[in-house]
């Protein structure tokens, strides 16, 4: 499969990894105008190419991601305007989340992720980070109200860490270490030197699992954050029965007896 | 105690004020099979009618706390295989004592791996500790099958992106008892591994001091929360709150610290069913 040319962002696949890279090193990969759309294309992509079975976000130069480009707000004339009805209608399309996309999603921290970078951290299914990672909120520190991404990560992580963030603002920032601490993310990649190859090798660990199956689990867990425990479960037990008579179902406990790798289904 | 109830696959027994509900299949690691499945819900029957047991710890004998369902001797009992597929469907498992509605205190002694199903009884525990050569994984996706209630539960009571990898990575990673510890899965690693049951029983000791009531009533707001927005939640909390009032326990308590003696509370009777 061809990928678009895009000129804010990479799209590669190594074996059965997509990445999408994060490519404006020299604005610390803030998000223009321009990116914003072009993230919603290259999610769809990745999620049509067979061959993907997981996807790793990272960025290009010493920042993963900074939120949105401020000097464009800043120099436009029409500044966040230009977003008032994606978000008064909740209409966004940047994240995986965003665009339900089902396969996994790590996202990979290399060096600074600032305000709506918090995105990516809060819609992934799994976070590791470079050991020189730092992350930090300054939403409020510009008179801007942050509230999606860390409403999002207020259900994923204790939340007396997020709501420091966001009213420090700028003038604090949490390392690598303590998001590991926090179980914000699970893994600190130390030379950050390393980060992709350990992203990589993480992504070809989850690949070896049934596709069908991860599915289905994806969004039984991000489902259970919209209900009630109870009702959750009830919804999860439907995705989980979803997965009877897939040939995944019979061909993994029969891989396992045979001691042999599992054939997945490929969608 | 009623008359006694005989087991097969588990160990039901009482030391002073804690019921033991021991997994005991340590040649299956200790999988759920058909006559567990049934020997279970009778089990956290038994444990939550004796008024005598305060506290409930739930371990496994053997290397292995508890590793899922036993899918080769349930697909050699298809009415079993089906009963528990009905249930699940249904969202009507009993394996747990959440799924039972007990409202005893129970704690999860994890004495080894805990694999895909067995995080049932982590994530319905109220507390959960292990031993330190303890580990967790969920094997699902790595043989095509949906991981689905045990992560989701856990998903709510812990970082959720430790649970959504651990999910996903199936039987590539475990999660060992250090970092669980960190994560806050669990509050206390024992360290020999040995001394698990006997922490154990200190850490239900010291819970069975405690006012029966209160802590049932207590329960039932803290689960009760899990199932709505944190205005429902606090509101549905006041109202267990303020059923105590007028309780024995609940002056006796007050009074029993400023005398400086033990205080002597109500003997619950059984809790199970519906929050009223």
């Known amino acids: 499969m061809t990928y ?182 699970s893994q600190v990649v130390d030379p950050p030197e390393r980060l992709r190859e350990a992203a990589q090798e993480l992504a070809e660990k989850i690949a070896l699992n049934s596709p069908a199956a991860m599915a289905a689990t994806k969004r039984a867990l991000w489902g259970a954050l919209e209900l009630g425990l109870t009702d959750a479960c009830r919804a999860g037990a439907g995705e989980l029965v979803s997965m009877w008579g897939h040939p995944d179902q019979t061909e993994g406990p029969l891989a396992f007896a045979e001691k042999r790798d599992a054939r997945w289904q490929v969608e | 105690m009623a008359a006694p109830v005989s087991y097969e696959t588990l160990i039901v027994e009482r030391r002073g004020a804690v019921g033991w509900l021991v997994f005991d299949r340590p040649d299956a690691a200790n999988a759920m099979d058909a006559t567990m499945l049934d020997e279970l819900e009778r089990a956290w029957a038994e444990l939550d009618a004796d008024p005598e047991v305060r506290v409930i710890v739930n371990t496994g004998a053997g290397r292995a706390f508890q590793t899922g369902l036993d899918v080769v001797q349930l697909s050699r009992d298809p009415e079993a295989l089906r009963e528990q597929s009905r249930r699940t469907k249904r969202a009507e498992l009993r394996l747990t004592g959440w799924h039972n509605q007990v409202w005893k205190p129970i704690i999860a002694a994890v004495n080894g791996v805990c694999a895909g199903g067995g995080l049932h009884f982590v994530a319905d525990a109220d507390i959960v500790i292990a031993s330190s050569d303890a580990t967790f994984l969920d094997p699902h996706v790595s043989i095509g099958q949906v991981s689905a209630y045990e992560t989701i539960a856990l998903a709510r009571k812990s970082p959720m992106e430790a649970i959504t990898r651990m999910a996903l990575t199936g039987r590539h990673e475990r999660i060992t008892a250090a970092r669980a510890h960190q994560l806050g899965i669990v509050s206390e690693v024992v360290d020999p591994p040995e001394g698990l049951r006997e922490a154990a029983q200190e850490l239900a000791d010291k819970i069975a001091l405690n006012s029966p009531t209160a802590m049932a009533a207590t329960k039932r707001a803290l689960w009760g929360a899990l199932e709505m927005g944190l205005t429902d939640a606090c509101r549905a909390g006041s109202a267990e709150l303020v059923a105590m009032w007028g309780h024995p326990d609940q002056t006796e308590g007050p009074l029993a610290f400023t005398e400086r003696r033990a205080p002597r509370w109500q003997p619950l009777g059984p809790t199970r069913g519906e929050p009223s």
């Open chain 1, 4 to 185: 678009t040319a895009f000129e804010c962002l990479k799209v590669e696949r190594h074996g059965p990894v997509g990445w999408l890279i994060n490519d404006r090193p020299h604005q610390l990969n803030a998000m223009s105008a321009q990116m914003r759309d072009e993230f919603a294309l290259a999610w769809q992509e990745l999620d049509a190419d067979p061959d993907v079975r997981v996807i790793v976000h990272t960025g290009e130069g010493r920042a993963f991601q900074t939120g949105v480009d401020v000097s464009e707000i800043a120099g436009d004339g029409v500044g966040m305007e230009r977003y008032r009805e994606s978000l008064e209608n909740f209409d966004l399309h940047f994240t995986a989340w965003h665009q339900q996309v089902w396969k996994p999603v790590i996202t990979a921290v290399n060096g600074i992720c600032a305000g709506g970078g918090f995105h990516w951290v809060a819609d992934a299914d799994i976070v590791i980070a470079a050991s020189d990672a730092q992350f930090f909120d300054p939403h409020v520190s510009i008179g801007q109200v942050v509230a999606i991404e860390a409403i999002g990560l207020l259900r994923k992580m204790p939340a007396e860490a997020v709501m420091r963030m966001a009213f420090v603002g700028r003038h604090e920032r949490l390392s690598a270490e303590r998001a590991y601490e926090l179980g914000m993310i």
